[in-house]
């Protein structure tokens, strides 16, 4: 029962990299994460693509639109030659655009990738995570090379993360710091959350 869950998305992400390596700036495609991992629960599923130039954007991001008809969870995380990180792929048809997505200033520069300036990249978090090659153009996959220089030893094991209750430093009342969220912050190197969703959200409306 539980590899059916993963089965979905790892289906999503096989039928992105088929799609994706036919293009010739695409010089790699992987999943990272709990999909590459096996976990029986993904949250979420990750993909890292690294690309020679951003000429054909457009039409990965399109690709990857198209996992949405599997899972809707997906991202990708586009990196250039050097494994600097561009940014994510926005989930909008039109981008920049009037969705709320776009609405964030770093949506769509360049066109259909997200910038987010809160979001500060940490190599080793990011790499940390398991990572399963579905294409790569080199003689070694560039990110798994990158993982040996960095001497990164990855674990495949998940942990159960317990629900925990925080104090809103805005408004004081008591909000949960889900486990699943507690993953999301852990793979993208955040710190935990200080405000509670009530507050972070009046703040993007305000
Ligand atoms: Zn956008
Ligand atoms: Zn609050």
């Known amino acids: 029962m539980s590899t059916m869950r993963n089965d979905v998305p790892r289906v999503a992400a096989d039928e992105f990299a088929s799609k994706v390596r036919t293009l010739s700036s695409l010089l790699e495609v992987a999943t990272v994460g709990s999909v590459a991992g096996g976990d029986p629960h993904p949250n979420d599923l990750d993909l890292a693509i690294i690309i020679s130039n951003t000429g054909e954007i457009a039409t990965i991001a399109k690709y990857a639109r198209q996992m949405s008809r599997h899972y809707h969870g997906w991202d990708v995380f586009l990196f250039d030659y050097d494994l600097s990180l561009i940014g994510t792929i ?4 039109e981008c920049p655009g009037r969705s709320v997505d776009c609405y964030d200033p770093g949506c769509g520069k360049p066109p259909h990738v997200r910038v987010n300036p809160e979001f500060e990249y940490d190599e080793k978090m990011f790499l940390i995570s398991p990572i399963d090659v ?20 990855e674990s495949r094991s998940y942990p159960v993360l317990e629900d925990i209750p925080m104090e809103c430093v805005r408004c004081g009342e008591t909000f949960v710091f889900t486990g699943s969220e507690q993953k999301w912050y852990l793979k993208r190197g955040l710190s935990q959350p200080k405000r509670c969703p009530d507050c972070i959200a009046r703040e993007y409306e305000g």
């Open 134 to 153: 579905l294409y790569t153009s080199f003689e070694t996959s560039r990110l798994l090379a990158r993982k040996d220089e960095l001497g990164i030893v």
């Open 90 to 93: 926005c989930h909008r048809r």
